[in-house]
């Protein structure tokens, strides 16, 4: 049961544009989410989060904007940049417990 | 400061063999995680520490024990390895004073064959 997820496996972007990256998850009790951005042969590292009292932060071009009702997080790049192509995981967590759950991961690639 | 390490990178075991996996951090962190990344499925937590000598349950823990003898250290177990624990293993660690999870430094990660 897989109570965050993913559904685009791969979005493709030309440099300077928008990246959209979309995580939608089941589980009402979460109340922190979590971006992680991977490389290849490295561990994810943390990138931006989002407490359920808000419905947006911001951080430089990454911007991570939440929908309770909709159940619904969405990561915004821009401008996006060749160095921005990696594995995009979304995670969620409840009552900051450390059983964090995280969607299948979206590659992303930016064109130069 | 070598952040959060993992030992071996890479491992190919044959079904039924055991081994150990070592995370070791400098961070001076309490919280310790195992997770294991699969296609399609994202990392899911195995098992997970919250200080010395303590060990908790994650998502997926059948086949799998831990320890946390040390504070810096977490180790992963396989007692009987089984080709579905083929997978790639990534330790994580935290600390208690930050609070929120973002702070969850990850290793480089195993990658585990069982054949």
């Known amino acids: 049961d897989q109570q965050v997820k993913q559904n685009s496996p791969s979005l493709s972007v030309q440099e300077g544009r928008i990246s959209i990256l979309n995580c939608d998850y089941t589980n009402s009790m979460f109340d922190y989410f979590l971006w992680y951005k991977k490389y290849p042969a490295e561990g994810p590292t943390f990138l931006i989060s989002i407490s359920s009292i808000k419905d947006k932060n911001e951080d430089g071009r990454f911007t991570v904007f939440l929908n309770k009702s909709a159940k619904h997080l969405s990561l915004h790049i821009v401008p996006s940049q060749p160095g921005d192509s990696a594995v995009y995981f979304c995670?969620?967590?409840?009552?900051?417990?450390?059983?964090?759950?995280f969607g299948a991961g979206t590659r992303l690639t930016v064109k130069p | 400061n070598a952040g959060v390490t993992q030992t071996p990178k890479f491992r190919v075991l044959k079904t039924g063999q055991s081994m150990t996996l070592l995370c070791a951090q400098d961070?001076?962190?309490?919280?310790m995680y195992w997770y294991r990344q699969d296609p399609g499925m994202g990392l899911r937590l195995i098992h997970y520490s919250v200080g010395e000598g303590t060990t908790a349950k994650g998502e997926v823990p059948d086949g799998y024990n831990v320890s946390r003898l040390k504070k810096q250290n977490f180790l992963l177990g396989l007692e009987s390895a089984a080709p579905s624990q083929t997978s790639v293993y990534f330790c994580?660690?935290?600390?208690?004073?930050?609070?929120?999870?973002?702070?969850?430094?990850f290793g480089p990660g195993t990658r585990l064959l069982v054949l």
């Open positions: 961070m001076n962190h309490e919280y």
């Open positions: 994580a660690s935290r600390s208690t004073l930050a609070g929120p999870q973002e702070t969850q430094y």
């Open positions: 995670a969620a967590s409840a009552n900051n417990n450390n059983d964090m759950r």
